[in-house]
């Protein structure tokens, strides 16, 4: 997992270095039970062993959230959860209960719900030197034992989740161990050997149900403090040889799984599979984080996975997943998942969009062919209330994200944020410990769930318009419900004085009331600005077949380049070179529909090696008349800002460019055009 408070990306340094040889370094669920059905309609387990089972449902059920049913998902697809805080939050004083409100095991209610594995991480040594805990959990192997235990009790198997560090490892950090620190390549992997070996013979001799063991957490750019692809490649085959040892001395089936993130950016992710074929790592599934606010769309996941499963022959796991249901925050410390710039189109802040959310990954990744989904802590929720200060109990107990005793481990990050929980608003338990009626999408996905028609949101509205211009909201607004099915467009009725005490005159922000007929309301952000009238006025996008560029010759000299230190802004600018002939071009774009007023354009260019003679200039076109202001280059990244004002425009069409003569060796860019209206007529 990604820290809290806002996504850390990969650093890029990857795997993707030159092969070498590897050196030598290298059930059943038990008695079941019967169901009962209380008064309530709540079900009991009531054993005749020591583990409990719930079946799945065989047929649709009224509930409070609308699931649509998954028909071909078989019902061992994997309905897994991250439960590692549980431990630390109930020492906190957490208290969870079931759905009928009656204090119960979390475990049990997991399992009700349809969860049937759980996710444990494990680190080494999550203590300091006087045995305070780094927080996040403690997860040492003991709380991997005492929760994969709970687990087992009811019928749910565990994947243990090796992070070969003391504390978080993901793609920004992958800390080695402090007992490892100073070792050579070779005594580390002796020591990640043993660590799992005699790791898993504890747990498993503990009576933990384990079917999955990951070696590694996140390690798309290294593992327990090591970079280079060979010595992560064998660090990752003592790790699997491992736990084939020990899945053949204790005769189970214990899957390995290679876990790795980031995976909008599909072509290191394949690079990754294929680095681990050619350096013939033994592992059964491939493991992915796929968190949909950060990560791309389903359709990419899809691809990854069928990539995988197609070209290496190897199963998929959505290692981690998750969504929000609330925008609030419940401890005080900033949410991951905060803003509505972080929610994905079509899916709010609400518990059934965390619950649909939830069902459209499981259906995209039963679609091809990925064996399950784990859910990332849907159990780890606040510790003691927002509006108090909880640090002495986050830090006693190991509650919150990180406590203050970490941060010699890791400056860098827990030195840095050590607090409380980011994940409460993300969890599938209320802050008070009752479970959301979005859990139980687990059970709920093979023949779905009804419920009575209800709006699940209506998504703010968000308006703009010039300084000076004129501001339109929209008549009706987007209601989504929650079987989607019945999404509609509502009329509103806008507070008109709240429009009226916006000042378009200058630049501000202001927030609209907005009625519908049923009395629910909307909200709509309004900005006042200097709006840019340029499409794609940076050449970022792909897009640029609205530019129309024109050359004289055979050759265009000019072309959209990719390359930052040559752009103003982003990484791509329009560029002009030629080897052996002098060049004309120029570049333009026509513009519509334009408010009446007074427009300011703008560009900048930078380049050299330009004799005396050369043109260069910018030009508007309004009104069959053009109006141009000459420039020239002066050097790399001197930045030149042509700039024509008090253009009138009436009959809302203007034509904008550059135009160039310019001998042949001379170089450079342009880019960022700029046309703002900035007064009336």
Known sequence: MRRGYKKLLAAGLGLSLALGSLSGCGTDAGPQTAITETADGTEQAQSDGEVMSFPLPGASEESEIYVEPIPDIADDFIRGMDASAVLAEENSGVTYYNYAGEEQDVFMTLAQSGVNYIRLRVWNDPYDENGNGYGGGNNDVATAIELGRRATKYG?????????????????????????????????????????????????????????????????????GETLAPTVMNLLVSGSRAVREISEEYGRDIQIVLHYTNIEEADKIDNIALNLLNFGVDYDIFGLSYYPFWDGTNENMQAVARNIQEKYGKKVVIAETSYCYTSEDGD???????????????????????????????????EAGVIGVFYWEGTWIPVGDAAADNSPIWEKYGSGWASSYASDYDPDDAGLYYGGCSWDNQAMFDFDGYPLP???????????????????????????????????????????????????????????????????????????????????????????????????????????????????GENDPTDFQEKADDAYTGSMAYHFWSEDSDMEFAIEQELTDLEPGTYRLCVYAQGGDVSDDCEMELYAVVDGEEIKEPFMVAGWANWQNPTISDIKVTDGAMTIGVRMKCNAKSWGTVDDFTLNRVSDL
């Not at 803003?339 to 518990?351: M, N, R, S």
């Open 156 to 224: 749910m198997k565990v994947c243990i989740d090796f992070h070969y560090s003391d504390f978080w490892a993901d793609p920004k950090r992958q800390h080695a161990p402090k007992a490892w620190e100073g070792m050579s390549a070779q005594e580390k992997c002796d020591a990640l050997y043993n660590f799992t070996k005699d790791s898993l013979r504890e747990i498993l001799d503990a009576g933990v149900d384990v079917g999955m063991v990951q070696v590694g957490n996140e390690i798309n750019n290294g593992m327990a």
């Open 438 to 552: 979005s859990l139980n999408v687990f059970k709920y996905l093979k023949y779905g769930a009804t419920a009575p028609p209800a709006i699940d949101s209506i998504p703010e509205v968000y308006a703009s318009c010039d300084v000076g211009g004129t501001l339109t909201l929209p008549d009706k607004v987007d209601v989504i419900y929650n079987d989607r099915s019945a999404n509609t467009k509502a009329a509103v009725t806008w507070d008109e004085a709240q429009i009226a005490a916006i000042d378009t005159s200058a630049g501000g922000s202001y927030d609209v009331t907005g009625t519908l007929e049923d009395g629910a309301e909307v909200t709509a952000h309004v900005e006042v600005k200097m709006i840019n009238h340029v499409k794609n006025p940076s050449f970022e996008e792909a897009d640029t077949s609205m530019w129309k560029v024109t050359y004289a």
């Open 332 to 366: 005080g410390t900033a949410n991951s998942l905060a803003g509505t710039d972080d929610l994905v189109d079509g899916y709010a802040a609400t518990v059934q969009s965390q619950a649909t959310m939830i069902r459209d990954i499981c259906a995209a990744a039963n």
